[in-house]
């Protein structure tokens, strides 16, 4: 998405952040088909096995687990960072992912990226309707449109969730 690249040294700073504390890292990415159904609502995008998947190298952690979009046993033991693929907006598509968040046990989840009115939307609400503390990192997320993303910000507090910048959030661990 356009302008995504201005939060990528923000997303790699969280991410070394939470590695260098011995955090795991869920980062969700989008693995379609050539002719995926999301396609007729969205333009082609994230196809398995094209650079447009791709996720920025500096974001990525050296150890790193996958997580398939199809039922599987999860093996996430040695992982600093968790790669949960995703053919929908919303990551509580993924089979495993209620099996995942068990297995992690986090007191607390932090989210961060793109696109916020949607993606990111999903999975701090979510993650909120699961009753779990969430934090959004407001220098760390990139929306489509600013109406739809205040809306969804709005929403996201109004529910119980805390926004914070990258340095209040390290500043404050």
């Not at 995504?4 to 969280?14: C, D, K, M, S």
């Not at 995008?45 to 398939?68: D, E, F, N, Y």
Request: aromatic share 4%; charged share 20%.
């Amino acid at each position: 998405m356009p302008g995504a690249e201005r939060i990528v040294p923000a997303i790699t700073q969280l991410n070394q952040y939470a590695a260098a504390h011995g955090i795991i890292v869920v980062s969700d990415m989008c693995a379609h088909s050539e002719n995926d159904p999301e396609f007729r609502d969205w333009p082609p995008h994230c196809i398995v096995g094209t650079t447009g998947q791709l996720k920025p190298q500096s974001t990525l952690l050296p150890r790193r687990a996958v997580v398939p979009n199809v039922p599987a046993e999860v093996t996430i033991e040695g992982a600093q960072q968790i790669i949960l693929e995703k053919q929908e907006l919303n990551l509580f598509t993924n089979p495993n992912l209620p099996r995942l968040l068990k297995m992690l046990a986090a007191d607390e989840y932090v989210v961060y990226g793109v696109v916020t009115e949607y993606c990111v939307s999903h999975a701090a609400l979510g993650l909120l309707d699961l009753g779990r503390p969430v934090t959004l990192v407001t220098d760390a997320i990139r929306s489509l449109r600013d109406d739809d993303a205040a809306r969804t910000l709005h929403s996201f507090t109004a529910r119980g969730g805390k926004m914070s910048s990258l340095n209040q959030l390290v500043k404050a661990r």
